[in-house]
């Protein structure tokens, strides 16, 4: 399958990305330290620090690999049951950490925070975890983003990637987290307008009534909302889906990109609301999930050729950007197209600003020696360009597997770490354990993870069961909350 960019989709493409960028840049304000690069100066509004949590998940991926998993032979909407344990999970990240990332004396990220709360070297040892983990979710989603792209242009995967990192490092090094939570909340409206216009184009095209689609689609069995399987080997269960999305929300908040949204929230308040918000944010998903029946009713209509089925089969995430490619008028695609740009570059930027933050304050400050506020503005903005670098070059590797299909490579993969961060966040939330324990529970988890790889278990079971064996393990080595001192902290009981 090749196509090519018309001239006048490229402008549309490159017009939306530099309205954003203005608009961004504009609300964003100046930066004179690095509270302000990392934290916003603790002064952005809830409901755009919102938009920016759901924009920071909700990337390419979504509106790619979603209908495709639809489109599918076999596919249907249990996908829903990961939107709706992804949605839940962001209440428990409010309830869990909002006030003591924000309450929080005399720490700058969220692995010092674990540090205090239990050890320096397990702080040193989640920083690295965090980090590996970062590095996997932006490698496939940056890849997603470069597969369209690709598809659209025929300019080949690294140049398609390299243009997503380029935008994404403009954003990030103009203000910092301050231009990625703007550029994040207007992409939201981007693409969230871009889901709801896509269905509706497609619906339009298909030469069904309602009950008439409905009744098709569901002599198919694409209807399927929930399943209620106990076997642990079935994918999407409403169980796995559920408690695997909760646990992989905690994981997350566990991360620095959560420390820097509460933290440039202005008060613990706002924090919570900031993430109780995000989670209806969530709803923009069942248009995506629409967008994949839709596909299902159009090319029943309208067959597909024989050479495209075998390129879906081999690419199956294509079957969207095709439809764009083929049937959407010159113009109104460069729209589409901008959308889903607009959903990979939020994941991206958020991912830059992230480790950024956590290299330069864990790496290069305690080797420079005291410097100036404005040398380590310099150092940042260089730290993003060099993870920049990383993400694209891991993209690249990852695209050997797109044939397994994107939608499960983006799970699939960070769910090796998952349960090991979603363990230590818990344990350093309540104040227990240290290095040594903490080392025999993250044996244990990994142990823990490979025999549920072996014995085929769904990959949304990995993070709970593996988290809660570690949790069990440092617990029963340490059953003595940790006394820290040095630092002002918000332990259990500010919860």
């Excluded at 996908?79 to 839940?88: E, N, T």
């Excluded at 990109?257 to 993430?275: I, L, P």
């Excluded at 080797?367 to 380590?376: F, I, V």
């Excluded at 230590?424 to 104040?431: H, M, S």
């Amino acid at each position: 399958m090749s196509a090519g960019l018309s001239l006048v989709d490229t402008c549309v493409v490159f017009a939306v990305m530099a309205a954003v960028t203005w608009l961004g840049h504009r609300l964003s304000g100046s930066i004179s330290d690095r509270r302000g690069f990392f934290e916003a100066d603790g002064g952005l509004p809830w409901w755009a620090v919102s938009a920016s949590i759901i924009a920071t998940l909700v990337s390419s991926v979504t509106f790619i690999s979603v209908p495709a998993a639809v489109f599918r032979d076999g596919g249907d909407l249990t996908y829903f049951q990961v939107v709706l344990g992804l949605a839940i999970g962001k209440f428990f990240i409010a309830w869990l950490l909002a006030r003591p990332y924000y309450a929080s004396r005399g720490v700058a990220t969220t692995y010092e925070y674990i540090g205090a709360r239990m050890d320096r070297r397990t702080g040193e040892c989640s920083m690295v975890l965090g980090l590996l983990l970062g590095i996997i979710n932006s490698g496939v989603k940056l890849l997603t983003a470069g597969l369209v792209l690709d598809v659209i242009t025929g300019w080949g995967l690294p140049l398609c990637t390299f243009v997503v990192v380029a935008f994404s490092v403009l954003w990030s090094i103009l203000a910092g987290i301050k231009t990625v939570i703007w550029t994040d909340f207007l992409l939201f409206v981007l693409f969230a307008a871009g889901a709801v216009f896509a269905l509706v184009f497609v619906a339009f095209k298909i030469d069904l009534s309602l009950a008439e689609a409905f009744t098709r689609l569901d002599a198919q069995a694409k209807l399927v909302l929930f399943d209620f399987s106990t076997d642990p080997t079935v994918r999407y269960t409403i169980w796995a889906a559920i408690i695997g999305s909760i646990g992989l929300s905690i994981a997350l908040g566990a991360t620095q990109g959560t420390w820097q949204r509460v933290r440039a929230c202005r008060s613990v308040a706002d924090a919570r609301r900031a993430y109780n918000y995000s989670a209806l944010f969530y709803v923009m998903h069942l248009f995506v999930l629409g967008i994949g029946l839709a596909l299902v009713l159009f090319y029943e209509q309208n067959p597909l050729s024989a050479s495209m089925v075998e390129q879906l089969t081999a690419a199956p995430d294509r079957i969207f950007p095709y439809f764009i490619v083929t049937e959407i008028p010159v113009g109104v695609s460069g729209l589409f197209i901008a959308a889903i740009f607009a959903a990979a570059i939020s994941t991206l930027d958020s991912s830059l600003t992230e480790s950024a933050d956590v290299a330069v304050r864990h790496v290069y400050e305690p080797w420079s020696g005291a410097r100036s506020e404005k040398h380590y503005l310099v150092i940042s903005r260089v730290a993003v360009a060099a993870w920049a670098v990383v993400f694209w070059g891991v993209s690249l590797l990852f695209s050997r597997y797109s044939a397994e299909g994107l939608l499960d490579l983006t799970f699939k993969l960070p769910n090796y770490l998952y349960g090991a961060i979603f363990a230590t966040i818990v344990l350093a939330r309540f104040g227990v354990g240290g290095f040594w324990s903490w080392t025999a529970g993250f044996a244990a988890a990994c142990i823990a993870v490979a025999w549920l790889a072996a014995e085929q278990v769904t990959f949304f079971l990995w993070c709970p069961i593996s988290g809660v064996v570690m949790i069990l393990v440092v617990w029963m080595l340490d059953r003595s909350p940790l006394e820290r001192s040095g630092v002002v902290l918000s332990g259990p009981s500010a919860g």
